[in-house]
C-alpha cells in the first residue's frame, strides 16, 4: 500500500512537473510563434495586395476627411502584420503609427479587420469593435523619443499574443479568434458607417 501510494505521489510529480514546462514554454515562446505566423506570409501576393489596398482605402479615408483617419495624414504607419482565418476569406491586421510630432507622449497600434469577397475586393474595418492600443514614450526613458516600428511591432506583437489569437494546440493562428471579431455582423456594418459618417469639419 506504501509503494501504490508512492508511485501515486510520484506521478502527480511528474505530471505537475510537465504542465509547469508546457505554461514556462508557452510563455516565453507565444511572441515567436505568432512571429512566425505572421511574417511567413509577408511575401505572399495576397499579403502584398492587402497592403497595397490599405494604402489606397486609408488615402481615400483622408480625402473624404474621415475624422478617425486624420492621423495617417501626418504620422508615419506601417502594416505589422495580418493573420489569416482558415479560408482567407477574413483576417486581423495590426497598423503601426508613429506620431511626427516630437512633443507627443503616444504612438499606437491599430487593430482592424478586413474581408475579401467572391469578386475580390477587400474591405476594412476601422471601427469601435477594434482595439487600438497606445504606447506611452515616456516608457522609453528618452526624453519622449519616438518608438521605432520595430520596438512599436514588439510591444504591439505581445499585446495580441495574450488576447488568444493562436491556438495552443497546434500553434497555430486560432480561427475562432479570427471569426469572432466578424460574429456580430450587423454591429460591425453600424459600427462601419458611423466610422465613414464622422467627418471632420471644413475650417
Same mark, same amino acid.
Request: proline share 1%.
Given at each position: 500500500?506504501?509503494?501504490?501510494?508512492?508511485?501515486?505521489?510520484?506521478? +502527480?510529480?511528474?505530471?505537475?512537473?510537465? &504542465?509547469?514546462?508546457?505554461?514556462?514554454?508557452?510563455?516565453?515562446?507565444?511572441?515567436?510563434?505568432?512571429?512566425?505566423? &505572421?511574417?511567413?506570409?509577408?511575401?505572399?501576393?495576397?499579403?502584398?495586395?492587402?497592403?497595397?489596398?490599405?494604402?489606397?482605402?486609408?488615402?481615400?479615408?483622408?480625402?473624404?476627411?474621415?475624422?478617425?483617419?486624420?492621423?495617417?495624414?501626418?504620422?508615419?504607419?506601417?502594416?505589422?502584420?495580418?493573420?489569416?482565418?482558415?479560408?482567407?476569406?477574413?483576417?486581423?491586421?495590426?497598423?503601426?503609427?508613429?506620431?511626427?510630432?516630437?512633443?507627443?507622449?503616444?504612438?499606437?497600434?491599430?487593430?482592424?479587420?478586413?474581408?475579401?469577397?467572391?469578386?475580390?475586393?477587400?474591405?476594412?474595418?476601422?471601427?469601435?469593435?477594434?482595439?487600438? +492600443?497606445?504606447?506611452?514614450?515616456?516608457?522609453?526613458?528618452?526624453?519622449?523619443?519616438?518608438?521605432?516600428?520595430?520596438?512599436?511591432?514588439?510591444?504591439?506583437?505581445?499585446?495580441?499574443?495574450?488576447?488568444?489569437?493562436?491556438?495552443?494546440?497546434?500553434?497555430?493562428?486560432?480561427?475562432?479568434? +479570427?471569426?469572432?471579431?466578424?460574429?456580430?455582423?450587423?454591429?460591425?456594418?453600424?459600427?462601419?458607417?458611423?466610422?465613414?459618417?464622422?467627418?471632420?469639419?471644413?475650417?
Amino acid at each position: 500500500m506504501i509503494r501504490h501510494h508512492m508511485k501515486i505521489k510520484k506521478l +502527480v510529480y511528474y505530471f505537475g512537473f510537465v &504542465i509547469l514546462l508546457w505554461f514556462f514554454i508557452l510563455f516565453f515562446t507565444r511572441e515567436t510563434i505568432l512571429d512566425y505566423q &505572421i511574417d511567413r506570409i509577408k511575401n505572399e501576393a495576397i499579403y502584398l495586395r492587402i497592403d497595397s489596398a490599405l494604402n489606397d482605402t486609408l488615402s481615400n479615408w483622408i480625402s473624404a476627411k474621415v475624422r478617425l483617419a486624420q492621423p495617417y495624414k501626418k504620422n508615419k504607419w506601417l502594416l505589422d502584420g495580418i493573420v489569416f482565418n482558415e479560408d482567407k476569406k477574413r483576417f486581423i491586421g495590426c497598423l503601426l503609427s508613429i506620431d511626427s510630432d516630437a512633443s507627443v507622449r503616444l504612438d499606437m497600434a491599430q487593430v482592424f479587420g478586413g474581408e475579401i469577397d467572391k469578386k475580390q475586393n477587400i474591405t476594412f474595418y476601422f471601427s469601435g469593435i477594434f482595439p487600438t +492600443v497606445y504606447f506611452d514614450r515616456d516608457v522609453l526613458k528618452t526624453n519622449g523619443k519616438q518608438y521605432s516600428f520595430d520596438q512599436l511591432s514588439k510591444l504591439a506583437r505581445r499585446e495580441l499574443s495574450r488576447g488568444g489569437i493562436l491556438n495552443y494546440c497546434n500553434w497555430k493562428v486560432n480561427n475562432d479568434y +479570427v471569426n469572432g471579431w466578424f460574429e456580430n455582423e450587423a454591429e460591425l456594418k453600424k459600427r462601419y458607417r458611423e466610422f465613414l459618417n464622422d467627418k471632420e469639419e471644413d475650417l
